[in-house]
């Protein structure tokens, strides 16, 4: 039976709004985390997927942070094996770091892959060297634990070279482990590049568990790969993923028995939203919030703590302003709402952001949610024309004229055509208006012709820059809600 703890970005030191208290909720999880669960279990090792600081260079708080974790496993006699994430790892000139300052400390044991010789591959894996305190890959308890560097966008061409040399070399009586530090496809929200699913696999018949770490929820893949995710929400964004650590058993069929544990502190996050549409001062908006709070916060106070500490679990709350605002940005009186939210609730910190968008910008504002994409789009460009004096009666008209053009253009029809309709459309619709438009280009450019209708809808009234910004971000609101 092999037993251990599989963790991942840790993030010590890890600072957010400004809150000391902030930094010590990432001490909190990690201690806790040791002992609730490595310690009374008895695990044969710890494992530290990358990112066990929050960034490369460290104060001396999170310093101690470190150490005393790492001390109670130490006098526990439990290893700790850990791997340099993006945030933790060396730079390009020193060959220093806090990692493996740790690892020559006898603290824990920092795998790395070796350089290969020369007609080799780039990647070799070198065993534990007990006395220089380096190596790719430790045996322990019955377990063959491999490192590996960050390899950010190269991690595909690594798995397959890890793979290739963990394959050459791997013990069938051993239970083979791989610590890797990336993101996986479909695993996140964000739109940049990850390792697939399918170039993952080609490890699986080289070892028998993949310990992930990166992304900061859970997943798993196959029952072969996992992913704790982080041990603290690092961002209120992060706050609705599920996160924790791994309690791994594995028995002598090589059976593996993943439980995902979260029993240890992590700072308690809620979102909330509110709607100003139809309040007509900075009052009613404040005194809306405020019951609105009343109603749903997440409320605590000192009077409410427990064995645990109370104090600890004061949520962070945010609380975002949408909808229509009636009176001018300006009027809102954030930080007031901030303050007397902090107050009513007794959170640890309110964050109060206005998303909301002022009542003359505001765009397809009555439309209902289920309409389709297409009367969507034709609605908010007739709102946008209607805001010009010149054209208010007639942009349901102009509207239709715009889509038609844009749908000419799509198809790839000449220039000239696309022209000639547009001003056929306005001789039209125009009417006596017609007389005082301006002179549209001659040739054959649709684009410029559209350009020059625009400016004429715009003569008579011309948002500023923050108005474009206010309609463009609720006219996108209301094109993808749908979705």
């Known amino acids: 039976m092999i037993k251990f703890l599989h963790i991942s970005d840790v993030h010590l030191g890890c600072r957010r709004y400004n809150l000391e208290e902030r930094t010590r909720d990432f001490f909190r999880a990690w201690y806790e985390v040791i002992t609730r669960h490595a310690v009374p279990n ?12 929050d960034r490369r260079q460290i104060d001396p708080q ?16 439990i290893p700790v094996v850990v791997i340099e994430g993006n945030h933790d790892r060396r730079d390009s000139v020193s060959p220093y770091s806090w990692m493996r300052s740790f690892s020559q400390a006898g603290l824990l044991m920092l795998l790395e892959p070796a350089k290969g010789e020369e007609n080799e591959s780039p990647i070799a894996l070198a ?21 590996t560097h960050w390899y950010g966008t190269t991690t595909g061409v690594a798995v397959s070279l890890l793979a290739d040399a963990i394959r050459r070399q791997r013990d069938p ?9 990336t993101d996986v496809e479909g695993q996140m929200n ?9 170039k993952l696999k080609e490890l699986r018949a080289a070892v028998d568990y993949v310990a992930l770490g990166h992304t900061h929820k859970r997943f798993e893949i196959d029952g072969w790969a996992f992913n704790p995710g982080s041990l603290e929400a690092c961002s209120i964004d992060e706050a ?29 996050f809620q979102r909330l939203s509110f709607d100003v549409s139809g309040l007509e001062t900075a009052d009613a908006v404040r005194e809306g919030v405020m019951e609105k709070l009343r109603r749903e916060a997440r409320g605590w106070s000192k009077d409410d703590s427990d ?79 209607a805001r010009n004096n010149r054209w208010r009666g007639r942009a349901d008209q102009m509207a239709d004229l715009v889509l038609q053009a844009k749908k000419l253009a799509l ?48 003569d008579d009234a011309t948002p500023s820059a923050g108005a474009l910004q206010a309609i463009e971000r609720n006219a996108t609101t209301a094109v993808t809600s749908e979705k």
């Open 42 to 53: 008895k695990v044969d090792f710890v494992l530290i997927a990358g990112d066990f600081f």
């Open 62 to 77: 999170t310093m101690n942070h470190a150490i005393a974790g790492l001390q109670i496993l130490k006098d526990a006699e």
């Open 127 to 147: 065993p534990w060297d007990e006395e220089r305190r380096e190596g790719t890959y430790v045996d322990i308890a019955g377990a063959r634990i491999y490192g």
């Open 173 to 181: 009586s051993l239970f083979h482990i791989l610590m890797l530090h």
């Open 190 to 198: 964000r739109p940049i590049p990850a390792l697939p699913v399918e």
């Open 240 to 268: 609705r993923e599920e996160r924790g650590a791994y309690l791994v058993e594995v028995d002598d069929d090589r059976r593996v028995r993943a439980a995902h544990v979260k029993d240890y502190f992590q700072r308690p």
């Open 307 to 385: 064995s645990d500490g109370g104090e600890q679990h004061a949520p962070i709350i945010e609380i975002s302003l949408r909808g229509h605002l009636g009176f001018k940005n300006s009027l809102l009186e954030l930080p007031r709402i901030r303050e007397e939210a902090r107050e009513l609730t007794g959170a640890l910190h309110v964050l109060v952001k206005n998303q909301s968008v002022p009542v003359e910008y505001a765009v397809a504002a009555d439309l209902d949610p289920d309409v389709t994409r297409a009367e969507r789009e034709r609605r908010i460009v007739a709102d946008l024309i």
């Open 411 to 458: 198809s790839d029809e000449e220039p000239a055509e696309i022209l000639k309709h547009i001003e056929e459309h306005l001789a039209r619709v125009a009417g006596p208006d017609a007389r005082d438009a301006k002179p549209r280009p001659a040739g054959g450019d649709a684009a410029a012709a559209l350009a020059a209708s625009a400016a004429d809808a715009a």
